[in-house]
């Protein structure tokens, strides 16, 4: 996988108020900093109920005599936060004792943590890990290795798409996040350094006050990053093309028609293609009766078909109604009979599922031959504004 590290050091003011509070709560710094990367990942997965690995040293019940055994010990297990449920001072002292406990376990293969886990292969039992490494000494600028040998490179890669290492070398606090090109590595480190400081205080007016703070509402976006996303990302004051959704996207089929529009099970669809596979459809709706108002049933795998399906019922003037074939069938035709729409495009394997109607089937035969014999030209439809639907979404 292809990985992009970021590396970020925690002021010697946060450094230090995580080493101090760790002392008040008679716990370690580790603690502190698996919590709030707990609050990260629910935070951005939007659970409160989350696990991620936990890098163990391998060697704390491997005997006396463990350290001068050579060889890598390190093991990577579960840990599971639930961070609706306690405040953060319960929330601590609950997680200090699920590190401890998981020492006893520090040397059983993760296959078997699978194994009684209940979560059945190959789903992974997390995807993200932290590794707390203290007095790791480690500095990331000094290449001094053995007399003789030269140091030119070194990468630290895991095979999880995420990873993140803490080094503490008893007076610092660093992060470096290993991440998946779709992840941001730098935005995750400062997510965590962010939560930290915002954990700590949180923890400082816990211990003072005597009155504990929930742990899901200690917040994971500092002042910048919060408005982005508030006043940057939401600006209502910027203007909005006055255009129909076809219209836009024509805009980029004239732009590169044959850059990549979609990839479906390996196969590649380029802009020029998807818009003439959905023109053909969408005329097809036109004959059907579809148009500014109409609501279109979409009942298909995902999967291309999906994709043009959707794109026509827009040409075509309708807004459509996704209806996901594992639904289901007594829920499906409830959506169905309140919907009423005007055709249902669906394949035959999904069709099982809903009840008789209108349905037109994209993979039958006579569909597509129909669909051969249209033009692959845009769909000109009279009356087709912005403000009319683009979908209709019934959700839970």
């Known amino acids: 996988m292809d990985a992009a590290e970021a590396q970020l050091a925690f002021s010697p003011e946060l450094t230090r108020r995580v080493r101090e509070v760790s002392r008040r709560l008679g716990t370690s710094p580790a603690t502190l900093l698996h919590l709030a990367w707990s609050r990260v990942l629910a935070a951005v997965s939007g659970r409160d109920d989350v696990v991620f690995g936990t890098v163990l040293f391998g060697r704390m019940n491997a005997g006396t ?3 001068r055994v050579l060889g890598p010990f390190i093991n990577t297990l579960p840990l599971r936060v639930r961070t609706d449920e306690l405040g ?10 699920q590190l ?3 020492i006893s376990h520090e040397r059983t293969p993760l296959s078997t943590a699978q194994q009684v886990s209940g979560v059945p292969g190959p789903t992974p039992l997390f995807t993200s890990i932290l590794n707390y490494r203290p007095n790791s000494g480690l500095n990331r600028e000094n290449t001094a290795v053995l007399d003789g040998a030269e140091l030119l490179y070194f990468r630290e890669r895991t095979n999880y798409p995420l990873s993140v290492v803490v080094d503490d070398d008893g007076e610092t606090l ?11 590595s730098h935005a995750v480190a400062t997510l965590l350094c ?3 400081d915002r954990l700590t205080a949180a923890l400082v007016s816990a211990l003072d006050s005597g009155a504990d703070i929930p742990l899901n509402t200690i917040d994971v976006l500092g002042v910048e990053e919060r408005l982005r996303v508030v006043s940057g990302w939401n600006d209502t004051a910027v203007e909005v093309a006055s255009a129909t959704l076809p219209e836009l996207f024509a805009g980029q089929v004239g732009r590169a028609p044959e850059a990549v529009a979609l990839v479906a099970d390996g196969v590649e669809v380029s802009y020029r293609e998807l818009d003439s596979r959905a023109n053909r459809l969408a005329r097809l709706l036109v004959s059907r009766g579809v148009g500014p108002e109409s609501l279109v049933g979409v009942c298909l795998e995902r999967g291309a078909d999906l994709v043009v399906a959707l794109l026509a019922v827009l040409k ?14 007594e829920r499906l035709a409830v959506m169905v009979r309140d919907a009423v729409p005007a055709v249902v495009l669906a394949s035959r394997a999904s069709a099982a599922s809903l009840p008789e109607g209108r349905v037109v089937l994209v993979d039958a035969a006579e ?16 009356g087709l504004l912005p403000e009319h639907p683009a979908y209709v979404i019934f959700t839970s």
């Not at 953060?88 to 004792?97: D, F, H, K, N, W």
């Not at 075509?316 to 069938?329: F, K, R, S, T």
């Open 65 to 67: 005599e463990a350290h």
């Open 88 to 97: 953060v001072l319960e929330a601590v002292s609950a997680l200090r004792g």
């Open 100 to 102: 401890a406990a998981l």
């Open 174 to 184: 660093g992060l470096a996040v290993d991440a998946v090109a779709q992840v941001d």
């Open 194 to 196: 962010t939560t930290t």
């Open 316 to 329: 075509a003037g309708g807004a459509y109604v996704p209806l996901d074939p594992e639904y289901p069938a």
């Open 367 to 382: 569909t597509v031959a129909e669909l051969a014999g249209l033009s692959g030209d845009a769909v000109p439809v009279d």
